[in-house]
């Protein structure tokens, strides 16, 4: 199973919307709407930020959503915070019944 | 509050044996799921395994299947992984993870990792 692609870096400014890509296959992403979103800080644990495509766990802001188009989801972070800046992490589910994950995406906050 | 604490990471040599264990607190364990996840240094992460609430499902990555093996303690709360035959490439930190529902879902809360490195 080959990890999910999403763009090694982005960027944005304060206050701005950003968007992070994640493509998978007819395999994982385009079979199920399984897919979920994880903040990574250096030296910290994942958090877990959105499931099943758009949904967010209790506690998470509402500047961060989910969405689903075929093989590709993205996750939109609006209103750009310092606090932002992390790794995130996609994740679907397979038909293999297994997980897959992103390689990762590091957003700066400039 | 959800808290997982793993141990049992540390150095071994290739083709050695290393037994994790999580010890979990602050929900109904064996209505769970339980899953681990490695993260090799400066690299994305990798899942590895899950076991159902009840234990009675277990499914592997390709890259651990028939070298690892994911059980579970619902009387202790405690969720394990025996790695045998380990390699370089299973050096990594690995996370204990809860599960969103019994099976098939994916982890929501993570402890913070132990390490686990393979070399001679």
């Known amino acids: 199973q080959s990890a999910l692609t999403q763009p090694a870096s982005v960027s944005g400014s304060p206050g701005q919307s950003i968007t992070i890509s994640c493509t998978g296959t007819?395999?994982?992403?385009?079979?199920?709407?399984?897919v979920s979103w994880y903040q990574q800080h250096p030296g910290k644990a994942p958090k877990f930020m959105i499931y099943?495509?758009?949904n967010r766990p209790s506690g998470v802001s509402s500047r961060f959503s989910g969405s689903k188009s075929g093989n590709m989801a993205s996750l939109t972070i609006s209103g750009l915070q310092a606090e932002d800046e992390a790794d995130y992490y996609c994740?679907?589910?397979?038909?293999?019944?297994?997980?897959?994950f992103g390689g990762g995406t590091k957003l700066t906050v400039l | 509050e959800v808290q997982l604490l793993e141990s049992g990471g540390g150095l071994v040599q290739p083709g050695g044996s290393l037994r994790l264990s999580c010890a979990a607190s602050g929900f109904t364990f064996s209505s769970y799921a339980m899953s681990w996840v490695r993260q090799a240094p400066g690299k994305g992460l990798e899942w590895v395994s899950v076991?159902?609430?009840?234990?009675?499902?277990?499914n592997y990555a390709d890259s651990v299947k028939g070298r690892f093996t994911i059980s579970r303690d619902n009387s202790k709360n405690t969720l394990y992984l025996q790695m045998n035959s380990l390699r370089a490439e299973d050096s990594a930190i690995y996370y204990c993870a809860k599960d969103l529902h019994n099976w098939n879902s994916v982890p929501d809360y993570w402890g913070q990792g132990t390490l686990v490195t393979v070399s001679s």
């Open positions: 099943d495509v758009n």
């Open positions: 076991i159902s609430g009840s234990g009675g499902g277990t």
């Open positions: 007819s395999s994982d992403v385009g079979s199920y709407d399984y």
């Open positions: 994740t679907s589910y397979t038909t293999s019944s297994t997980w897959v």
